[in-house]
Each structure stands twice: as C-alpha cells, then as structure tokens.
T-cell receptor, first 112, second 112 residues
Framework: SQQGEEDPQALSIQEGENATMNCSYKTSINNLQWYRQNSGRGLVHLIL?????REKHSGRLRVTLDTSKKSSSLLITASRAADTASYFC????????????FGKGTKLSVIP | SQTIHQWPATLVQPVGSPLSLECTVEGTSNPNLYWYRQAAGRGLQLLFY??????ISSEVPQNLSASRPQDRQFILSSKKLLLSDSGFYLC???????????FGEGSRLTVL
C-alpha cells in the first residue's frame, strides 16, 4: 500500500518560477524523504527530514514537515529546465521497518 | 565511494521464459538490499528486501523470487514470466534501517 501520496500528480511551470509539491502519509514516521527520477533512470535521493524537524533547506530545495497533519511539502525555487523530472516522497512504514514506501510521484515539467 | 550496478539495462522476453536480473554493490559491507518495480507512470512497488545473506523478505506474492548469495549481490528471478511482469525494475541499497536509498539505473523488462 502507498504510504505517501503526492499532490499534484503533474505540474507544469515556466523556468524561473517556484514549484511546490505536497505529500501526505498515513502512519507515524522516523523521517520523510524526497527523491527525484529523470525519465527512464533510477531515483536519486534529494533530502531527508526527521520527524523532529519542521523545515530543511538544501540549495534551491526547501522541505517542510507537519507531523500533526501527516504532510510534507517540497519547494523548488527558481526552477530550471533541468529540474524536469518526477518527484517522490517516501517514508518507512513503521518502527523498525526496513520498507521504504513511495508515493506515486509528481511529474514536474519546467518550460524554458 | 559506494556504487551500485544493475544489469541488464533492457531486455525483451517471451511469456513463459525465465528471468534473472542482477545487482551488485561496491564500497560498502552488509548493506540492506531492495528490489522495486515501477509500472509505467506509476510509483514504486517494493518486491523484496534483504538485511543479510540468505535473508529475504517478500512483500508481494507472485511468480518472482529473490536471492542474496553474497553480501553485496542481489538477484531477482522468475521461472516463467507473465505479461504482467513487464515493468521497470530498480535495485537499491541502504546503510541502515532508516536512511536514504541509493538506486541503480534500472532494468526495463518487456514481456511479449
């Protein structure tokens, strides 16, 4: 079953604009992770936010976590055409779980 | 540094034929190893994971199996492929039970 669900499923923006993707999850988590996948490639880890953190930055990425609402958001600022990819949130299913469960992803298209 | 290799990158197989996908990790010891499958335009489905040699946990009952004959080798197999086995198969490893996953480049399987 899906632990995380991203919203929207697809997003198209102009280069230079900001892109925001949201993720909701169902069970308690140790951390929540975001991954990127270029078409036909493997996934690449972007950022991990722990359950006791509310916000984290990495370059043009900003991730927030609201454990009371079981939700997270990924913001990409000043988007570039090279940011075109699918973005997934993921979390472990429960305490002691080795199973990292992914949502269905948001497909981001950045138009030059 | 750690690397993960997955092969073959693409293959086309007839229904009823066997399958063997291989994955090896270099530069680390005792990794957690994972096989995921991704249907077209969909999220990732966890198939198998392994926390040690000979230790395989299956998430989805089906005609696929996994083996870990060596510490850093993970193999996905089938004795008889079905049309529904078509998809993009991703191998991944992690260093601990709550950390990020590192993915291979994937193997695209088409069953005809």
């Amino acid at each position: 079953s899906q632990q995380g669900e991203e919203d929207p499923q697809a997003l198209s923006i102009q280069e230079g604009e900001n892109a925001t993707m949201n993720c909701s999850y169902k069970t308690s988590i140790n951390n929540l992770q975001w991954y990127r996948q270029n078409s036909g490639r493997g996934l690449v880890h972007l950022i991990l936010i722990r359950s006791n953190e509310r916000e984290k930055h990495s370059g043009r990425l900003r991730v927030t976590l609201d454990t009371s609402k079981k939700s997270s958001s990924l913001l990409i600022t000043a988007s570039r055409a090279a940011d075109t990819a699918s973005y997934f949130c993921a979390s472990y299913s429960g305490a002691g779980s080795y199973q990292l469960t992914f949502g269905k992803g948001t497909k981001l298209s950045v138009i030059p | 540094s750690q690397t993960i290799h997955q092969w073959p990158a693409t293959l086309v197989q007839p229904v009823g034929s066997p399958l063997s996908l291989e994955c090896t990790v270099e530069g680390t010891s005792n990794p957690n190893l994972y096989w995921y499958r991704q249907a077209a335009g969909r999220g990732l489905q966890l198939l198998f994971y392994s926390v040690g040699i000979g230790q395989i946990s299956s998430e989805v009952p089906q005609n696929l199996s996994a083996s870990r004959p060596q510490d850093r080798q993970f193999i996905l197999s089938s004795k008889k492929l079905l049309l529904s086995d078509s998809g993009f198969y991703l191998c991944a490893w992690s260093g601990d039970s709550t950390g990020e996953l590192f993915f291979g480049e994937g193997s695209r399987l088409t069953v005809l």
